[in-house]
Structure formats: C-alpha cells, structure tokens
C-alpha cells in the first residue's frame, strides 16, 4: 500500500514559480511511475507530469513542456512538480499518483493509477 501526501499549493502571481511535493511511503519505489494530475474547475482531470522511480525517465504533457518539470528524490521518497511561469489556466486541484511500472512510461496517462494523493490547490491571479 503506497501512500502519496501532496504539499506546497497556494496562490501565487502569474508568471512566478511554485513547487509541490509528493511524499510517498508504504511500498518498494522502484516498482512504480509517480506522477501528476490536475483538475481545473468544471473541467475534466488531465495528465501532467510523470516519473520512473527506478530510473528516473519523465514524461510531460505539451501543454506544460519547458514550464514545468518533474523530479524524484530518491533519498527523500518525494516527487517534485517545479511549476515556473505560471498562467491562470494552471489554476487546478494537483493530485499526486502511482501506478506500477508494468508499461511504457508514455502510458501513464492513460492508465488506471493504484493510488492516489488527496489533491493540492494550485491558484495562479493575475
């Protein structure tokens, strides 16, 4: 069982930089993706960002590419989401989550995740 904590939302400025974190516990790393997904208000949750534990591989949605980037902390057991210039569309509930590694990390965002963090809000004013 994989626990995932989301920390680091807030509001903050368009054009500034925020950085969540999800701390994961509970089971062996290295047999999972970790990765992120976000909800804005009346849309429908979409894929972010994801990371292969065991060797660190990302995957990054286009809409963010070269925006946001995403890392994992080995000693730390923490995936980070380094959000820079943020935009108002990036206005959303972040939700971390873990899937086995069985497939190609491409695939993680359309898979069904294992487990998943409760949600972080991420608010971007103009």
């Known amino acids: 069982q994989v626990q995932l904590v989301e920390s680091g939302g807030g509001l903050v400025q368009a054009g500034n930089s925020l950085r969540l974190s999800c701390a994961a516990s509970?089971?062996?790393?290295?047999?999972?993706?970790i990765g992120w997904f976000r909800q804005a208000p009346g849309k429908e949750r979409e894929f972010v960002a994801a990371?292969?534990?065991?060797?660190?591989?990302?995957d990054v949605v286009d809409s963010v590419q070269g925006r946001f980037t995403i890392s994992r902390d080995n000693a730390k057991n923490t995936v980070y989401l380094q959000m820079d210039s943020l935009k108002l569309e990036d206005t959303a509930v972040y939700y971390c989550?873990?899937?086995?590694?069985?497939?190609?990390?491409?695939?993680?965002?359309?898979?069904?995740?294992?487990?998943w963090g409760k949600g972080i809000t991420v608010t971007v004013s103009s």
């Open positions: 989550a873990a899937d086995r590694n069985a497939y190609a990390l491409k695939s993680f965002r359309s898979r069904r995740m294992d487990y």
């Open positions: 509970g089971g062996t790393l290295g047999n999972y993706d």
């Open positions: 990371v292969r534990w065991s060797t660190g591989s990302t």
